[in-house]
C-alpha cells in the first residue's frame, strides 16, 4: 500500500453535506487525510474542498476530481468514504471493491440484504475492509456502556429495549431532499433514522438476530412528482429468543429526541442522546434501580443507582466518536487482514429493517427471520 507518511488517503465520493462533518474527522485522526474528492461537477468539488479546506486544512490540498470513475482508478488513494444516495450505492462500492479500495460506507448499506451481501462478498474476495458509517458505535461511552450492563448487579437480564430517533423536518425537506424521495431513499425515514435503533438493539442482544418482527408505516409521502412513497413515520418490535423484545419508532414528523432504554430484571440503562451527543456536553447515561416501598397508606420511590459520564465530547474533537470511526478504520487498514464484524453488523441490520419494512408494507403482517 502506497501511504503517505504512514497515513491512508482517503477519497470522498460526492460532496454531500454529512462529508464535511467526516472531513474534520479524518484530519482529527492522525493515521489519515483525505487525498481526494470527486463530483461530477468540478466547480462545486473544488468550493467544497476549499470551504472544507479553510476550516479543516489537511497538510496537502486534496485534489478535485470531475468523476467517481478517475478518483477509483487512482493509486494515490487507499480507501474512500461513499455517502451517495442508497439507489447508487451499490454499483459504487462494487466498483470500489474492484480497484481494491477500502470502504466505508453510509447507511443504510443498501437496497436490499441480497444486494449488500453481493457487497460484502466483493469485498471479501478483494480483501479490501468494508463498515458502515454508524459513528456511535466508535463512541468510548459505548465501552462503558457495555461493562455496565454485563455487570449483572446493574442492570441484570435484558428483558426490554425502546429506542426513538426522529427529527420534525420543514416542509421544503419533503419537497426536494432525497430522503423523501423513493428512486434514491426508498427506506425513507427507516434508512436514515431506524438503522440506529436497529442497530442499538442488536447490540445490546450481543448481534443475536430477534427471530420475528412487526412493522407499521405510521406515514408515508412521495416527495417528488412520480417518487414512490418512502415511509416517513415508522414503529418496529423486534422479538427475540427467551421472551426479550425491542420497540423503536423513528419519524421526520416529530421533534428532534435520540433516545433508548434497556431494562432488565434488576435495573435500566437510559441514554438521552445515543446517535449524536449533544454538542458540546460530556457523553453521559444513568443506571438506575429504583425501589419503590409501601407502608400502609404511605409509598415511597426511592431512586436509586447513578449517572455515568465519559470523559468524551463529540462534532469535531480528536476523540469523538466520528473520528474514532475513521482511525479504528484505518487502523485496521494498516493491520491488514479482515475484520468480519463489521460487514456482519451492517448485513444484520439491513435484515433486521428489511423485514420491517416487508412487514409494514403489509400493514403489520409478523414476519420471521431465518
Known amino acids: ?40 461537477d468540478l466547480e462545486r468539488c473544488r468550493r467544497f474542498i476549499a470551504e472544507c479546506q479553510a476550516e479543516a486544512p489537511m497538510a496537502a490540498l486534496p485534489e478535485a476530481i470531475n468523476s467517481y470513475e478517475a478518483l477509483l482508478d487512482s493509486p494515490g488513494i487507499d480507501a474512500v468514504y461513499i455517502p451517495l444516495p442508497t439507489g447508487v450505492r451499490k454499483k459504487w462500492v462494487l466498483r470500489a471493491a474492484a480497484a481494491g479500495k477500502h470502504i466505508l460506507c453510509e447507511k443504510p448499506c443498501a437496497v436490499s440484504a441480497a444486494d449488500l451481501h453481493e457487497m460484502i462478498e466483493a469485498c471479501r474476495r478483494r480483501r479490501v ?32 429495549i425502546a429506542s426513538a430517533f426522529s427529527f420534525g423536518a420543514p416542509p421544503e425537506f419533503f419537497r426536494g431532499n432525497i430522503r423523501a424521495q423513493g428512486g434514491l431513499e426508498p427506506h425513507g425515514c427507516v434508512g436514515d433514522l431506524g438503522w440506529y435503533c436497529i442497530r442499538l438493539s442488536l447490540w445490546a442482544m450481543k448481534w443475536q438476530m430477534p427471530r420475528e418482527v412487526i412493522g407499521r408505516v405510521l406515514e408515508a409521502t412521495a416527495g417528488a412528482a412520480g417518487s414512490a412513497p418512502v415511509p416517513t413515520e415508522f414503529s418496529g418490535e423486534l422479538f427475540f429468543e427467551g421472551g426479550v423484545s425491542a420497540s423503536f419508532y423513528c419519524s421526520f414528523l416529530t421533534e428532534l429526541q435520540q433516545w433508548g432504554i434497556i431494562s432488565g430484571r434488576r435495573g435500566y440503562l437510559s441514554i438521552p442522546d445515543f446517535v449524536l451527543p449533544f454538542d458540546g456536553a460530556e457523553m453521559n447515561f444513568e443506571v438506575r434501580r429504583s425501589v419503590f416501598h409501601i ?74 427471520l431465518p
Open 129 to 160: 475492509q468494508f463498515m458502515d458509517g454508524v459513528m456511535f458505535m466508535h463512541s468510548r461511552r459505548l465501552e462503558r456502556m457495555r461493562e455496565a450492563l454485563d455487570d449483572q448487579a446493574n442492570i441484570g437480564e435484558i428483558r426490554r
Open 1 to 40: 500500500m502506497g501511504m503517505t507518511s504512514g497515513k491512508i488517503r482517503w477519497g470522498i465520493l460526492g460532496a454531500a453535506e454529512i462529508a464535511r462533518k467526516n472531513w474534520k474527522a479524518i484530519g482529527n485522526t492522525g493515521n489519515s487525510t483525505v487525498a481526494a474528492v470527486a463530483s461530477r
Open 295 to 368: 407502608k400502609g397508606c404511605d409509598f415511597r420511590m426511592e431512586p436509586g443507582g447513578r449517572a455515568i459520564t465519559v470523559a468524551e465530547t463529540s462534532h469535531g474533537h480528536p476523540d469523538s466518536q466520528e473520528t474514532n470511526m475513521f482511525r479504528n478504520f484505518a487502523e485496521q487498514i494498516i493491520a491488514g487482514g479482515w475484520n468480519e464484524r463489521w460487514p456482519e453488523q451492517a448485513w444484520k441490520t439491513q435484515s433486521v429493517m428489511e423485514a420491517c419494512l416487508e412487514s409494514g408494507r403489509a400493514e403489520g403482517r409478523p414476519v420471521r
